[in-house]
Nanobody
Framework: VQLQACGGGLVQSGGSLRLSCSVS????????IDWYRQAPDRQREWVAT???????NYAESVNGRFTISRDNYADAVHLQMSGLKPEDTGVYYC?????????WGQGTLVTVSS
């Protein structure tokens, strides 16, 4: 499986960004896809999941501000982030599990200035 994330950047507090993750080499529509993030000097944490059935779940810290969606025609997952806070700063990774093994994208950096 290959995952490639993009869309990160520098944004002011309260601003918005849309991350995208392109997925290849799997039957995309069959897989749950997650977003994780890792802030400097912190462990990677789960942010959101969209299942193959389009069910979504969010970490409490982003619920109501972030929206995960998927496009099964384009084999892509998106993370719309609004109301960004400095604590949202980090490298964002998309993730899935294929044949029992975790697949990670290379990450895209989001920096939120106060």
């Amino acid at each position: 499986v290959q995952l490639q994330a993009c869309g990160g950047g520098l944004v002011q507090s309260g601003g918005s960004l849309r991350l995208s993750c392109s997925v290849s080499r799997i039957m995309f529509s069959h897989y749950d896809i997650d977003w994780y993030r890792q802030a400097p000097d912190r462990q990677r944490e789960w942010v959101a999941t969209i299942t193959s059935s389009f069910v979504t779940n969010y970490a409490e810290s982003v619920n109501g501000r972030f929206t995960i969606s998927r496009d099964n025609y384009a084999d892509a997952v998106h993370l719309q982030m609004s109301g960004l806070k400095p604590e949202d700063t980090g490298v964002y990774y998309c993730h899935t599990v294929h044949r029992g093994r975790a697949g990670w994208g290379q990450g895209t950096l989001v920096t939120v200035s106060s």
